[in-house]
């Protein structure tokens, strides 16, 4: 399994991003994905995660701004996250993760270490 992250980068605040994730041999046929950053000084953060199923959650502090997503293309699995209306404190490097669905972890979506494959990263930086 590799999970291969592209996107991000620099913008001003109230701008946006995209950031899109490859998942290439995932055979899976349950799964959960989700965005998972890391802001310097903090502790890795779930922002937004998609079952297999496309039910979908976001952290409070993203709800309303950004939208994950997922696709299926022939046989890879593309997850993505469109970040609008970005603030300062949305600057972090912001990882892919799959894991589990959520049924087999009680419901639970936003805890970093339930997820066991993860992308490389990649630096999101919001200027105000």
């Known amino acids: 399994v590799r999970l291969v992250q592209s996107g991000g980068g620099s913008v001003q605040a109230g701008g946006s991003l995209t950031l899109s994730c490859v998942l290439s041999e995932y055979t899976y046929k349950t799964y959960l994905l989700a965005w998972i950053r890391q802001a310097p000084g903090k502790e890795r953060e779930v922002v937004a995660a998609?079952?297999?199923?496309?039910?979908?959650?976001?952290r409070d502090s993203v709800r309303g701004r950004f939208t994950i997503s997922k696709e299926n293309v022939e046989s890879t699995l593309n997850l993505y996250l469109q970040m609008n209306s970005l603030k300062t404190e949305d600057t972090a490097i912001y990882y892919c993760?799959?894991?589990?669905?959520?049924?087999?972890?009680?419901?639970?979506?936003?805890?970093?270490?339930?997820?066991?494959?993860w992308g490389q990263g990649t630096q999101v930086t919001v200027s105000s």
């Open positions: 993760a799959a894991g589990p669905p959520m049924r087999a972890l009680g419901g639970r979506w936003s805890r970093p270490t339930d997820f066991g494959h």
């Open positions: 998609i079952n297999f199923d496309g039910i979908t959650n976001y």
